[in-house]
Structure formats: structure tokens, C-alpha cells
T-cell receptor
Framework: GAGVSQTPSNKVTEKGKYVELRCDPI?????LYWYRQSLGQGPEFLIY????????DSGLPNDRFFAVRPEGSVSTLKIQRTERGDSAVYLC???????????????FGPGTRLTVL | KQEVTQIPAALSVPEGENLVLNCSFT??????LQWFRQDPGKGLTSLLL?????REQTSGRLNASLDKSSGRSTLYIAASQPGDSATYLC????????????FGQGTELSVKP
């Protein structure tokens, strides 16, 4: 596809359940980022992948959150034992990595709106 | 710790006005700064990317400037149109932090016909 895609667009779950959110980056983009956006706020960084490895996971709020990118393309954000406070829009972005590093323009997907009841 | 602030939080202008959105950041050790537009219920659309070595970037009616030493960026929108109504987000890429972006809270712009 031409842009970053995310599925599902909406996810409603019950407290304590497990959820997976998927991100398909732009083809050829080695860098992939996950952010979380609460209502009325700017996005907050969660985790950054360079290829298959998580280069920076300092934004993950706790060990209930985990993300993978096994083949260096599609990424899945996994949330265990969901809590009401996890309700937010989860955004994925991708970018190229140049000779100077991953400091190129980031392109965002439409997001997944997660609601935990 | 890098903090990004956008003022005002909301702005309403009549169609045709030129306007300026402000963004300030606390740590000048940045690699780049990016401006985004976000429509209600949608993802972010990249508008302009300014590398730390640049002073400004232009795209159509948009012009973004960067003054790294004072920790400020502005987004200038010329001849505003109702279709410009959206939330505008500023984000900085801290140096040596792997390309992640630190966002401001956004300015919600409404352009009245």
C-alpha cells in the first residue's frame, strides 16, 4: 500500500483481556514507531524498531505492553491484562533510515482506537 | 527532559487571515522538528520537516521556521481557508534518541467562512 496501515481501526475489550494491534509500515521503511495518544493530548512515544529489533522501548508504560517485528516489516503491539487506563488511540509511524540515522520524516497510520470497558 | 509547548491551545480566525502557530521546546539538542496536521478521529499528516541545520521550510501556503538556540518554531499559514481547520501538532526529534518524536499538545485551529 501507499501509506501506513493499522488494524483494527477500533477495538473494544473488557478489563483483563489480551489485545493485539497490528501495523503495516510503508514498504522499505526500516524504522517503525509506536505512539499512544490520549484525548486532547499529543502522541507519546512507546517503542522504536530498527529492522527487527527494538532499539528503544523506554516509552512502554509497564511490562503488560510488548511489541514485536519479527521480519522487519509488520509490527504487533501486544497488551496483556488490559486496564481502563489503557484506553487511547495507538498510532504507528514509519520512516527511512539514512546515513545519519533514523531522523527522517515520519509517516503515520490512521491509528487504532482502543476502548477498555 | 525535553518538553514541547504549543500556544495557543485553540485559535479561531476568519477565512483569509494569515496566522502563526507557536511551538517552544526546552532542550536545543534536537535533530529535527516536524509539523503535523490531525483531523478529528484521524491519524497525523506530515506537513513540514525541518532539520536542525535549516532555518525554515516552505510548502504551498505553509512556512515553518526554526530557531534552535531560542527553542522556538513557528508555523505560518497564509490566506487561511475553512479546510485548514484541524489540530496542528509540533514534534521535536531529540538528538541521540533514535528518531523518536516528542510532541506538543497541539493547537486546535478553526477557520470560519
Amino acid at each position: 500500500g501507499a501509506g501506513v496501515s493499522q488494524t483494527p481501526s477500533n477495538k473494544v475489550t473488557e478489563k483483563g483481556k489480551y489485545v493485539e494491534l497490528r501495523c503495516d509500515p510503508i514498504s522499505g521503511h526500516t524504522a517503525l514507531y509506536w505512539y499512544r495518544q490520549s484525548l486532547g493530548q499529543g502522541p507519546e512515544f512507546l517503542i522504536y524498531f530498527q529492522g527487527t529489533g527494538a532499539a528503544d522501548d523506554s516509552g512502554l508504560p509497564n511490562d503488560r505492553f510488548f511489541a514485536v517485528r519479527p521480519e522487519g516489516s509488520v509490527s504487533t503491539l501486544k497488551i496483556q491484562r488490559t486496564e481502563r487506563g489503557d484506553s487511547a488511540v495507538y498510532l504507528c509511524a514509519s520512516s527511512l533510515i539514512g546515513s545519519s540515522g533514523p531522523y527522517n520524516e515520519q509517516f503515520f497510520g490512521p491509528g487504532t482506537r482502543l476502548t477498555v470497558l | 527532559k525535553q518538553e514541547v509547548t504549543q500556544i495557543p491551545a485553540a485559535l479561531s480566525v476568519p477565512e483569509g487571515e494569515n496566522l502563526v502557530l507557536n511551538c517552544s521546546f526546552t532542550d536545543s539538542a534536537i535533530y529535527n522538528l516536524q509539523w503535523f496536521r490531525q483531523d478529528p478521529g484521524k491519524g497525523l499528516t506530515s506537513l513540514l520537516l525541518i532539520q536542525s541545520s535549516q532555518r525554515e521550510q516552505t510548502s504551498g501556503r505553509l512556512n515553518a521556521s526554526l530557531d534552535k538556540s531560542s527553542g522556538r518554531s513557528t508555523l505560518y499559514i497564509a490566506a487561511s481557508q475553512p479546510g485548514d481547520s484541524a489540530t496542528y501538532l509540533c514534534a521535536v526529534g531529540p538528538r541521540n534518541q533514535g528518531g523518536k518524536l516528542i510532541f506538543g499538545q497541539g493547537t486546535e485551529l478553526s477557520v470560519k467562512p
